[in-house]
């Protein structure tokens, strides 16, 4: 029997993991590593044994105590760990603010975006050193200072950038601006609103005399947006959602889910996103976001955090146009940074809180979540430096899900670690201090924001010629319009020079094209008011016709209610004839009934008669 030949096997390409092609990409542009700060908070009077040593700016020693656990098992000798920076009990709030929060709210105002994590176990001081308290502001309500203080009158009017839900923002001009804001405008301040007002002033003029600042462009126009939310036994809430007031029956605050844009970036759905224009506004929102914030007193911390809070700050920035004097209507041109503020839940053991019922339930997600979070990292780190394509479980935690972006695209990720020196710490500390280590080996792509391609064609000091020719501000020599050009000086003995000749040339050829651009920009705009009038007609035309019909319905209706009402008056003709009939047939009843009786009675007599006469 003749065997038929197998069929010789076709051979597959092999394709590169999805994992390791990114790995390829990401390192073909400039990476920084994740910049990890240490603060050691105080030491308290009552607390004498401390493990934790600051040896430099930049290193701290961990030193066993006798009672530890890592001492009982044999480890005695102290470890070194090195951060970027290491802020000793000493340490002020605006040196921590300067050294760790400044550099994101630059990269912030520049279009960049900004991730800052406070890490450590409970009762470190991460929620101190993130917000601070009335006499010691802390790294939020600070960076709020210097943003509010950098774009001082570039401030857009309020509601010209609207947000569009799906974590983006739309651009409307300032006169349907006004109007919306005096729709949403609270007719009246009562006293209670008045009185807040003032508090929360007085709450932030410590941080106004600092008067820091940074250098923008002053021919874009800004506004700022805040969001704060907490994740709590992994699902998210609103902290600034208005909830109906029902005092009989009070409906619970809903979760909210994660969301995918077109960018691929996370945001939470239906967040409730404010905007504010000042420090003080922005701090009010703080406030009441922490006075919803799930706290609980536990063994270890009399306020323990028991959710992950993330108090989000969006700056959107978009130029203004040629005539210096409104926002450019055109959503492409805009620019949205980000800068978010994740204070860390502190990580516990059930032996030392002896957490019962819901507290050991709360504890048990947040030991879960940061788990998933250092999970995320070490497998980053094994992708990276080893060129793997493992998957990274983001979606097990919705915190790693919503930052997913800042690890696998770009923007600068900070982290302080908060410790409590205290010795009966050091065992939970020294986790701490492997987690940080960790973390600091992670790259991630260093974000690169070409602002520039949303202002070409645009002149610079737009905004200083529109406010020098109304007279707002003065200038020195003469003011020259955005959309001209300054002739380069010369004598008449140097006009024959080449260079002079070249000169001229080169400015009359930008004038040229200016004029050009400028042409363009008027017959888009004539065209754009062409059918926006062709579409005003139309719309006239069907509301006429809509007009027509309604008029026409109006009229039959009106010959149908005549119709109906003489119908009425006959009916009301015939049941008024109907009564009468009646009344008489009741007379007649009566007579007859009358006779009937009559009859007999005669009847009877007849009888009775005859029964005699018988």
Do not use: W
């Not at 978010?340 to 819901?358: F, Y």
């Not at 202002?455 to 200083?464: D, Q, S």
């Not at 007279?471 to 380069?488: F, N, T």
């Not at 754009?528 to 035309?541: D, G």
């Amino acid at each position: 029997m003749k065997q038929t030949p197998r069929p010789t096997p076709k051979t597959r390409t092999q394709k590169t993991p999805i994992a390791t092609r990114r790995n390829h990409a990401r390192t073909e542009r400039e990476q920084d590593p994740v910049q990890v700060f240490c603060r050691v908070r105080p030491l308290c009077s009552e607390e004498l044994e401390s493990c934790v040593e600051v040896i430099s700016d930049s290193v701290v020693q961990l030193v066993p105590p006798i009672n530890s656990v890592a001492f009982k098992s044999g480890h005695k000798n102290g470890t070194q760990h090195v951060f970027k920076h290491v802020f000793g009990p000493t340490s002020s709030q605006e040196e921590i603010f300067h050294k760790l929060g400044m550099p994101l709210v630059v990269d912030m105002l520049q279009g960049k975006n900004g991730l800052l994590f406070s890490y450590g176990i409970t009762n470190g001081g991460k929620t101190f050193t993130v917000s601070g308290d009335h006499d010691n502001p802390g790294i939020l309500p600070r960076a709020l200072d210097v943003i509010f203080n950098s774009i001082e009158g570039v401030q857009a009017k309020k509601y010209v950038f609207k947000p569009d839900r799906v974590n983006g923002f739309d651009v409307q001009s300032e006169v349907d601006a006004h109007a919306e804001e005096e729709f949403n405008r609270p007719k009246q301040l009562t006293a209670k609103a008045r009185m807040h007002q003032a508090e929360f002033g007085d709450v932030i003029r410590p941080l106004m005399s600092e008067d820091c600042r940074e250098v923008i462009d002053d021919d874009s126009c800004y506004s700022v947006f805040v969001s704060y939310i907490e994740i709590y036994n992994n699902y998210i809430y609103d902290l600034l959602e208005e909830l109906p007031v029902d005092p009989i029956k009070p409906k619970p605050p809903q979760s909210k889910g994660l969301r995918e844009d077109s960018s691929h970036n996370m945001y939470v759905s239906g967040v409730t996103e404010v905007e504010v224009q000042s420090t003080a506004e922005a701090y009010e929102q703080l406030l009441k976001g922490q006075q919803r914030r799930r706290v609980a007193q536990t063994l270890l911390n009399t306020e323990s955090s028991r959710s992950h809070s993330v108090f989000t700050i969006r700056l959107v920035q978009s130029p203004i146009d040629s005539a210096g004097d409104q926002v450019l209507q055109d959503k492409t041109k805009m620019t949205i940074s980000q800068l978010s503020l994740v204070d860390l839940a502190g990580s516990e053991r059930t032996s030392r809180t002896n957490n019962d019922g819901e507290r050991l339930r709360e504890a048990g997600n947040i030991n879960t979540s940061l788990m998933v979070l250092r999970t995320c990292l070490e497998t980053l780190r094994e992708n990276q430096q080893h060129n793997g394509n493992k998957i990274v479980p983001y979606r097990d935690s919705k915190l790693t899900l919503l930052f997913k972006r800042y690890f696998d695209g770009e923007g600068k990720v900070s982290m302080v670690v908060c410790l409590n020196p205290r010795g009966s710490d050091y065992d939970e500390t020294i986790h701490v201090m492997r987690f940080a280590e960790l973390t600091q080996e992670v790259v991630i792509d260093r974000a690169t924001v070409d602002m520039a391609e949303h202002k070409e064609g645009l002149v610079p000091g737009r905004r200083l010629a529109n406010l020098a020719s109304k007279g707002v501000v003065e200038v020195d020599g003469p003011v020259v319009h955005p959309y001209k050009l300054a002739l380069p000086p010369f004598n008449i003995e140097e006009f024959l020079s080449l260079d002079a000749i070249g000169g001229l040339r080169a400015v009359l050829e930008r004038r040229s094209k200016q004029r050009q651009m400028l042409l363009a920009e008027q017959h888009q705009k004539m065209a754009q008011l062409q059918q926006l009038m062709e579409l005003q007609e139309q719309l006239n035309n069907e509301l006429k016709s809509q007009v027509n019909k309604l008029s026409n319905d109006l009229t039959g209706r009106d010959t149908e209610v005549s119709r109906l009402r003489d119908e009425l008056g006959r009916q009301t003709k015939l049941n008024r004839q109907l009564e009468e009939q009646r009344s008489q047939l009741v007379q007649v009843k009566k007579q007859n009934s009358k006779l009937q009786e009559e009859f007999d009675r005669i009847i009877k007599k007849v009888s009775s008669l005859c029964s005699y006469m018988a």
